[in-house]
């Protein structure tokens, strides 16, 4: 059974930083795309960056600049480095992959507030 497990979420003052974590398992998803995805209240959920296989990386504008993504794949795990964080990246972030099936994470609270 594929499972991706979100954890490192948290409140934190804006200007903060967070480092989330995503384990996957139940199968190897080094060849796969990897990336992070937020919700904020009442708002669609809306993509924040990916990583390739191979570490290649695309961000969201709202993004860039601020959070970094990087992989583990011996780990099976993607992590999202957040930086000069803001009341506005509050919301849930998931974990997800891209290929042929789509797994998501069951995500992981991030409050930015002071």
């Known amino acids: 059974q594929v499972q991706l497990v979100e954890s490192g979420g948290g409140l934190v003052q804006p200007g903060g930083s967070l480092r989330l974590s995503c384990a996957a398992s139940g199968r190897d998803f080094s060849l796969n795309v990897m990336g992070w995805y937020r919700q904020a209240p009442g708002k669609p959920r809306e993509f924040v960056g990916s990583?390739?296989?191979?570490?290649?990386?695309n961000y969201a504008d709202s993004a860039k600049g601020r959070f970094t993504i990087s992989r583990d794949n011996p780990k099976n795990t993607v992590y999202l480095q957040m930086n000069s964080l803001k009341p506005e990246d509050t919301g849930v972030y998931y974990c997800r992959t891209w290929g042929p099936t789509t797994y998501w994470g069951q995500g992981t609270q991030v409050t930015v507030s002071s």
């Open positions: 990583i390739t296989s191979s570490g290649r990386t």
